[in-house]
């Protein structure tokens, strides 16, 4: 009972420090003639209430592909059309053709932010609820003092530190946006996969995908877990059938989703281009990549053309995520999964074509996961990877919101995992009293379960922290400068590129260390929670 409480308490303050945000400014509030994300979402709800399937992805009188056109999977489109339909009973004034354009009365602002909300209590939330209690804690993780682990606590220490982290919540209750949505699909199928649910675990992240195409930037490590997990157990006519009809489960999810489309040629042509708009270049707005960090002193745009740089992207990219995947392939372990999630979203975040800032809660959302098993690295990634995104927080009037969440989560996460700041204890993975020996029992024991929970030597030094606090030092003046300091008349980007260059440089050293996190490890599961069927 006791339990349960803590659960529905954690649940609670989660969901008001959503609704908290929801009561301040969106993506394009009071900005004519496009206005922002808000406007975006609402207008794919008229399109798709008013408009045939055939039209949705398709330039006509009635859909502007100017004016925000869809450019998400079809499972997004379905979304829209049931929320279109909620708001057409709800107040036909919401979605009528091309009347409702730039709407922003109170009514239409309390069902918008309704749904968001809603969309995240049925699908973020309960899923990283069942990640987290699901989590194997065989062994006494390093941030706990006593050998009697409060297993349950620990779980609820994670779901915590998940609900509460600020990047989600800012983009999608305050900026406006339903990530929740195929993000809870992502840790879903995680979940499951990590159980060994093979099929249900690819309907999961199939419907994710055709949700948002960006968790493309995960599909790789799904597919070479899966793949390494059947190779391990042998090549035989059993696993021969497993595969297949694992197989056969995403091409049959993917061709009902896509079902409507598949009537038409030109329709199904029109979805697809509207997916990948190559047109728009290697980055748009200043984002936390290797490409806008190039640019700064080499214009690539000036020197490639976007064909050109489509393959250099594409080059970089498979060369980022090869060293990761394949030894997922070679060790498909539970914990070597989910640092593969993050290094392979990082490859895509730093070196793939058309990112968005928002991009970066792809890597984030598996660092949300991988969280129990190193702490201060992961409470570091999470801080920057919010802070590089401040930005978009400004330009939407979400300076104070993001203030207010980082201060709380910064709080928070250091009083419930207050041994992270202990250099000995994080870096080792045990009590000051254990002997030198039980220490290297420990690491052993970690490293055949394919859990870094150590730190590389590297970083078993007292400077880390001050490295910690310099790094959190830097983004803190420029959190400040960037809304209280008049950039010169010449340089009116000058702090989002700071910012952008800041965060790009703990990106690319955030992705070498999750990568000697993985290929350090072994990459076992621990038998006594999974069994292999």
């Not at 930037?217 to 297949?244: D, I, K, M, Q």
Request: proline fraction near 5%.
């Amino acid at each position: 009972m006791q339990g349960k409480l803590k659960i529905v308490l954690i649940l609670f303050c989660a969901i008001l420090l959503r609704c908290c945000v929801t009561f301040h400014p969106h993506s394009g509030e009071g900005e004519p003639p496009m206005y922002g994300d808000y406007e975006a979402q609402r207008h794919w709800q008229e399109i798709t209430l008013n408009l045939p399937v055939n039209e949705w992805y398709t330039n006509t009188t009635d859909n502007d592909l100017q004016y925000w056109g869809l450019d998400y999977p079809p499972l997004t489109a379905y979304h829209s059309l049931l929320l279109g339909h909620i708001a057409n009973i709800v107040d036909p004034s919401f979605v009528r053709l091309h009347e409702s354009r730039g709407i922003e009365t109170v009514a239409h602002k309390h069902f918008m932010r309704l749904t968001v909300l809603l969309a995240d209590i049925l699908t973020y939330i309960p899923a990283v609820a069942y990640f987290a209690m699901n989590l194997c804690l065989c062994e006494r993780l390093q941030i706990k003092k006593s050998r009697d682990c409060d297993k349950f606590g620990t779980r609820c220490l994670v779901l915590m530190t998940a609900l509460i982290y600020p990047g989600l919540i800012i983009i999608d209750h305050g900026h406006f946006q339903y990530n929740c949505v195929s993000l809870g699909l992502l840790v879903a199928a995680a979940a499951t996969l990590t159980r060994n649910s093979f099929a249900f675990s690819s309907v999961l992240f199939v419907l994710a995908l055709n949700y948002k195409q960006m968790e493309l930037y995960h599909a790789l490590p799904f597919f070479f877990y899966v793949l390494g997990t059947y190779r391990r157990r042998s090549w035989n006519y059993r696993g021969f059938v497993g595969l297949t009809g694992v197989s056969l489960t995403v091409l049959a999810t993917f061709c009902v989703i896509w079902m409507p489309f598949l009537r038409s040629r030109d329709s199904l042509v029109s979805a697809v281009l509207r997916l990948f708009p190559f047109a728009r270049g290697v980055f748009e707005d200043k984002v936390a990549n290797v490409w806008c960090a190039i640019n700064v002193v080499y214009k690539l745009r000036e020197t490639f053309t976007n064909a050109e740089l489509a393959r250099i992207c594409l080059a970089a990219t498979t060369c980022a995520v090869a060293p990761s995947c394949a030894h997922l392939y070679r060790s498909p372990g539970r914990d070597a999964f989910v640092v593969s999630l993050i290094n392979s979203a990082l490859a895509f975040f730093l070196f793939s074509y058309q990112v968005h800032e928002k991009s970066i809660l792809l890597a984030a959302v598996p660092v949300l996961l991988h969280f129990h098993n190193d702490p201060l690295p992961c409470f570091w990634f999470l801080l920057i990877s919010s802070f590089s995104m401040l930005p978009l927080f400004i330009k939407d009037d979400l300076y104070l919101v993001y203030v207010l969440t980082m201060a709380i989560y910064f709080i928070a996460v250091s009083w419930m995992w207050p041994d992270m700041f202990d250099k000995d204890e994080a870096a080792s993975g045990r009590n000051r009293n254990e002997s030198e020996g039980s220490r290297r029992r420990f690491v052993a024991r970690n490293k055949e379960r394919g859990i870094s929970s150590h730190l590389p030597g590297y970083f078993k030094r007292s400077w880390l922290l001050a490295v910690f606090y310099l790094s959190l030092s830097g983004a803190l003046i420029l959190s400040v400068g960037s809304r209280c300091v008049k950039p010169p008349e010449r340089y009116p980007d000058l702090f989002p590129l700071l910012v952008s260059v800041y965060s790009c440089g703990h990106f690319l050293i955030f992705f070498l260390y999750f990568n000697y996190v993985q290929l350090s490890a072994s990459g076992r599961n621990c038998g006594k929670c999974v069994k292999y069927e």
